[in-house]
T-cell receptor, first 114, second 112 residues
């Protein structure tokens, strides 16, 4: 089955630092990658997504490019804020006709300090 | 903006008891899912539901689990006889014609 590997946390950064969270995957079929974010005590929120190779998803200053040749979807942000502190999940969907279950990575906890 | 809702937000139950977790997906969505997240672990797929039947289920989704869409709006997950290891956060998600799933806030289940 599909699998997603993302860098382990926790990651601690100072405000305005550059963020990269690596995500790679193995999949059969025609996968689509996603990033979800989970703020403390809350559920999963879609952060960004890509639908085809070389697509760049972006939202709230975060970006990720779907690289099929390296099977990667690394998350980046140029200048993090304290409010970005959360757990970030890379996920992959693989459409099977009856829906597309998401396979999640283990999550990377980000803590941003002043 | 439409959102997925889940009730209850927290549920505490005794081992061996039945629990029903409820979800109201986004209206006009077609695909529905349940996932769970044991504390500190990754989010795991349980089951997907389309056209009033299960389309895929994981190994976790054994005979103790069932799903139902009884009235065209609610989507429920039932655990017949809870075990300690069922303690987790359970997320419902729904999806329309595009491949994006929208998640509810979750139900935290604690089995004692």
């Amino acid at each position: 089955g599909d699998s997603v590997t993302q860098m382990e946390g926790p990651v601690t950064l100072s405000e305005e630092a550059f963020l990269t969270i690596n995500c790679t995957y193995t999949a059969t079929g025609y996968p689509s990658p996603f990033w979800y974010v989970q703020y403390p005590g809350e559920g999963l929120q879609l952060l960004l997504k890509a639908t085809k190779a070389d697509d760049k998803g972006s939202n709230k200053g975060f970006e990720a490019t779907y690289r099929k040749e390296t099977t990667s979807f690394h998350l980046e942000k140029g200048s993090v804020q304290v409010s970005d502190s959360a757990v970030y999940f890379c996920a992959l969907s693989d459409f099977t006709g009856g829906g597309n279950k998401l396979t999640f990575g283990t999550g990377t906890q980000l803590k941003v300090e002043l | 903006e439409p959102e997925v809702t889940q009730t209850p937000s927290h549920q505490v139950t005794q081992m061996g008891q039945e629990v029903i977790l409820r979800c109201v997906p986004i209206s006009n969505h077609l695909y529905f899912y349940w996932y769970r997240q044991i504390l500190g672990q990754k989010v795991e797929f349980l089951v997907s539901f389309y056209n009033n039947e299960i389309s895929e289920k994981s190994e976790i989704f054994d005979d103790q689990f069932s799903v139902e869409r009884p009235d065209g709006s609610n989507f429920t997950l039932k655990i017949r006889s809870t075990k300690l290891e069922d303690s987790a956060m359970y997320f419902c998600a729904s999806q329309g014609t595009r491949r994006t799933q929208y998640f509810g806030p979750g139900t935290r289940l604690l089995v004692l």
